[in-house]
């Protein structure tokens, strides 16, 4: 499969990082935002101020606010819009799209309303119409500015079609930027997707003061139950364990850069939720996994108290500190997945 053109769909920080990090390599993208005076600004500064700043565009780095000129004839399209906004966006550009196409999704988060991971809102948003496009994931441990400062980095693309993650992997793979592969669509997504539930309570447990042994407790456990519902929503076990699992939440739930356990903290300091998410700019796709996550959880019968109590705290008005000696109170059992 060879990959020309590429069309970037979302100007924020990863979209951002991931077009310069392919620009950088000689590949032309289209970067693509909804906001049209972002776009123009862009354009202006050949820089993403906003999002991304100090990063000049290479000169492969287009930019556009019509996304049928983005993605017309593109190879590669990345998806890289919130989550809650990813269905409309993939809606409108869907048509466009060329047969053949392969569809990467860079998106952390499970829809609310549908339960459904972004390869999930893809696939039910396309018709059987014979397009044969391809549709998987790019995940791991990758702060945006990061990798926008080239630091050495390591993820993981997977798609169904071994030949359509292959051709990701070596479209993204530079000499500080390693892509193994894989074939484990959801299981890499559900790794993504619910790590940031646990980073906000990682980051709950820092702002109460709690030490590294409550860090390193919570981060286990939480593994075991991204792992429960991974697998029973289909997954491997062993990506659980890999850069898209154990791998993004040691970053997520250590590493200061993360919103979500930005979140975190300032929940465990004592702010609401209003108050921490108007502190923020960026999005903190957690809290509204949280809530998929719930509803997923309960329908599919899979035990998961710390999300159980993550929810509690950001829905139901709980305090932090009872959240975390709940968590203690339960029944003793033996240590299982
Ligand atoms: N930043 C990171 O380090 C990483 C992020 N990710 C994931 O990438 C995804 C995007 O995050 P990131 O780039 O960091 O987010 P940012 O907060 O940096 O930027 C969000 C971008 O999405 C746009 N946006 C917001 N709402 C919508 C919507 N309803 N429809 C279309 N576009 C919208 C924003 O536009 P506007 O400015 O107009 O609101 C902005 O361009 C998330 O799922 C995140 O989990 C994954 C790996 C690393
Ligand atoms: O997913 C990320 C790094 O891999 C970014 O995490 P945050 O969204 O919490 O900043």
Not at 168 to 177: A, G, K, N
Request: hydrophobic fraction near 40%; proline fraction near 3%; charge should be neutral.
């Amino acid at each position: 499969m060879k990959i020309n053109r590429i069309a970037m769909i979302g100007a924020g920080s990863w979209g951002t990082a991931l077009a310069l990090l392919l620009t950088r390599q000689g590949y032309p993208v289209t970067l693509w935002d909804r906001d049209v005076d972002h776009i123009r600004q862009l354009a202006k500064d050949r820089e993403n101020k906003r999002y991304q700043a100090g990063h000049p565009f290479p000169e492969t780095l287009q930019v556009s606010d019509n996304l049928e000129a983005a993605v017309k004839g593109v190879e590669c399209v990345v998806m890289v819009v919130p989550s809650h906004g990813f269905r409309e966006v993939y809606r409108q550009l869907y048509p466009m799209l060329m047969p053949g196409a392969l569809l990467v999704s860079a998106t952390k988060g499970i829809e609310i309303e549908s339960g459904q991971t972004m390869t999930g809102i893809m696939r039910q948003e396309t018709p059987n119409d014979g397009k044969h496009l391809h549709f998987g994931v790019l995940s791991g441990p990758s702060f945006a500015a990061e990798v926008a400062d080239r630091q050495p980095t390591a993820v993981t693309v997977a798609f169904a079609d071994t030949d359509a993650a292959k051709a990701v992997q070596h479209l993204f793979s530079t000499d500080t930027f390693r892509v193994y592969s894989s074939d484990d669509v959801i299981g890499l997504e559900i790794s993504g997707a619910i790590k940031n539930v646990i980073a906000i309570a990682a980051g709950i447990c820092d702002g109460l003061h709690y030490g590294l042994n409550t860090r390193a407790a919570l981060m286990t456990r939480g593994l075991a139950e991204i792992t429960r519902l991974g697998v029973a929503m289909g997954g491997q076990p062993q990506t659980f364990a890999g850069l898209g699992g154990m791998g993004d939440l040691v970053l997520t739930c250590t590493g200061n850069l993360s919103r979500n356990r930005t979140v975190g903290l300032k929940l465990g300091s004592g702010l609401t939720l209003d108050q921490a998410l108007s502190e923020m700019k960026m999005v903190a796709e957690g809290v509204k996994t949280t809530k998929s996550c719930f509803q997923l959880a309960k329908t599919l019968g899979v035990e998961m108290p710390i999300l159980e109590q993550v929810y509690q705290v950001l829905y139901e008005d709980k305090q932090c500190a009872d959240a975390v000696r709940e968590l203690f109170q339960r029944d003793l059992k033996q240590e299982s997945l």
